[in-house]
């Protein structure tokens, strides 16, 4: 009985792989004779390209754009900003621009006027905050801001707002060189009593320059210093057009350097390693701008693909 359930079951498997091995070769067969197959379109898009009367919106133009503009994550102080760019594409993809502002006017974050309004100043602290009510005086500012950039324009397309308005709208990454006005403390050494430098017990300092020791750092908290930062600047845009020469842009900057944003003796080692401020204070911060411009563009009239 048992061989012959066995005998059964070879045969069954025999059948199988025999059908198996028949649908296999039937296969490579009818992938042997097929062959590649021209799709041959017909009607109005007989030969037309991919995009049709496309609107070259940069292509060989000057870009001129007033903005506003303002910092955002500062710590102690925002600026608020009035400059302009200029960009010109020589590709609807590619250009290159140079931009400028002046800083009009400074707002003050929560946190200096905390410090101003509840500031304590002692022996230990008196390099970083000789008074309290001057405490505005002496944080780090920023006057002016340029640079020029490298536009890269990868995408772009077309919005629909309430299905009644339609406008072009495309994304713009650039990269750059920034070259930033930084005004700082001017730099100074907490002495004693005796003029001797100290960090922990500063009755007085003395300014980069002089030899007299000020009373009780109030000349140091006053005191300016103007230096030039380079530095590298990138970020993105989101532009859209309204007319043949006229849109609007938000714009993102990012500008990393270093500078004494608090004006106070914030790094544990400087020259002459006690109670001083100097470069050695200046910690690295990523100043965030955000920018909204308007683009007239020349000559007014786009140019339209085929």
Known sequence: MMMRVRQTLLRISLVAALALGLVIAEGIQANSRASAQEVHVSGPLAGAPAVMHQRLWRDMRLHVEPFFAFTIGDEYSRSLIVGGELRFHFLDWLGIGGWGGYSVAKLDTNLTKEIQAEGV???????????????????GRINWWSGVEVHFVPFRGKLAMFQKVFVDADLDFFVGAAFVGVEERTNAVGVDAAGIPSRNNVSNCIIEGTTAPDNQCLD???????????????????????KEFVGITLRWRGIPFKYNTGGSDSSA??????????????????????????????????????
Request: glycine share 6%; net charge positive.
């Open 121 to 139: 100043t002692r022996n230990a602290n008196r390099l970083s905050l000789p008074e309290k009510d001057n405490y505005p005086s002496q944080i």
């Open 220 to 242: 140091s908290q006053l005191a300016r210093s103007k230096r030039t930062v380079i530095a590298p600047s990138f970020g993105i845009a989101f532009s859209a057009f309204f």
């Open 269 to 306: 080692t400087g020259s002459p390693g006690q109670g001083v401020i100097d470069s050695d204070d200046r910690l690295r911060r990523f100043n965030n701008m955000f920018t909204v411009g308007v683009i007239f563009a020349l000559p007014p009239k786009i140019k339209t693909t085929d």
